[in-house]
C-alpha cells in the first residue's frame, strides 16, 4: 500500500496570502488528522476529519480551516498568512479510532 | 486533558550500549500510547503501541517500551543502540475513541560511534 502522500513538499508564501495543502491518506483509512510542528511549539493538533466530517479540533485561530473528500482526501487552507505560520504541516491518517496514526512527509511552509 | 512529558532534551549514548527515552503522560482512561521517530526534514514513522495486553511492547528496529500504570510511564528503549538511531523521538499519548494525538516535546538521540 502507498503510504500518506502530502503536496507540496515545500512552498514559500508571503504574510497576507493564503495556502492550501493535500494530504492523499493510506487506501481504506477513513480518519485524516494535521499537526502543525514548530521548534517553539512542538506537534500541536490542528483538526481530524472522519468520513467528511470534522470530529475533532485543536486550538487553532479561524484562518485554519480543513474539509475532507469523499475519496477521504484531505486539504487544509490557511488563510491571511503570518510569520509565525512558518511550521511543518504533518498529515495522519488512521484506519480508525484504536489504531495507530501513519504520518506523511509533511509540507514545510515557510511565510516571509 | 492529556499530555505527555518528556523530561530529557537530549540523551547521549555510545554505540553498543543501551538506550532509554523516558516518557509519562497523563490521561482520563486507559491509555492509548505511542513512539514515533523523525529524521531530518522527514515526517514521523511508527514504532510502536501500547493499546492493551502485556506491559512489555516489541516494535520496529528492535525497539521495546514498558507501561507501567502506577507511575504513568511508556519509557521506550533498546538494547544495543546504533549510530542509526540517532533521531528526534516522540511519545503520545490518546485515549479511547479520539484519534487526538498529544506528543511530548520530543527528544534528540545521539549515537556516539
Known amino acids: 500500500k502507498a503510504g500518506v502522500t502530502q503536496t507540496p513538499r515545500y512552498l514559500i508564501k508571503t504574510r497576507g496570502q493564503q495556502v492550501t495543502l493535500s494530504c492523499s491518506p493510506i487506501?481504506?483509512?477513513?480518519?485524516v488528522s494535521w499537526y502543525q510542528q514548530t521548534p517553539g511549539q512542538g506537534l500541536q493538533f490542528l483538526f481530524e476529519?472522519?468520513?467528511?466530517?470534522?470530529?475533532n479540533k485543536g486550538n487553532f485561530p479561524g484562518r485554519f480551516s480543513g474539509r475532507q473528500f469523499s475519496n477521504s482526501r484531505s486539504e487544509m487552507n490557511v488563510s491571511t498568512l503570518e510569520l509565525g505560520d512558518s511550521a511543518l504541516y504533518l498529515c495522519?491518517?488512521?484506519?480508525?479510532?484504536?489504531?495507530?496514526?501513519?504520518f506523511g512527509e509533511g509540507s514545510r511552509l515557510t511565510v516571509l | 486533558a492529556q499530555s505527555v512529558a518528556q523530561p530529557e532534551d537530549q540523551v547521549n549514548v555510545a554505540e553498543g550500549n543501551p538506550l532509554t527515552v523516558k516518557c509519562t503522560y497523563s490521561?482520563?482512561?486507559?491509555?492509548?500510547l505511542f513512539w514515533y521517530v523523525q529524521y531530518p526534514n522527514r515526517g514521523l514513522q511508527f514504532l510502536l503501541k501500547?493499546?492493551?495486553?502485556?506491559?512489555l511492547v516489541k516494535g520496529s528496529y528492535g525497539f521495546e517500551a514498558e507501561f507501567n500504570k502506577s507511575q504513568t510511564s511508556f519509557h521506550l528503549k533498546k538494547p544495543s543502540a546504533l549510530v542509526s538511531d540517532s533521531a528526534l523521538y516522540f511519545c503520545a499519548v490518546r485515549s479511547y475513541g479520539n484519534n487526538r494525538l498529544a506528543f511530548g516535546k520530543g527528544n534528540q538521540v545521539v549515537v556516539i560511534p
Open positions: 495522519a491518517s488512521s484506519e480508525g479510532k484504536a489504531g495507530e496514526l501513519f
Open positions: 490521561v482520563s482512561g486507559n491509555p492509548y
Open positions: 476529519y472522519f468520513s467528511e466530517t470534522q470530529r
Open positions: 501500547y493499546i492493551t495486553g502485556d506491559n
Open positions: 487506501s481504506g483509512h477513513r480518519s
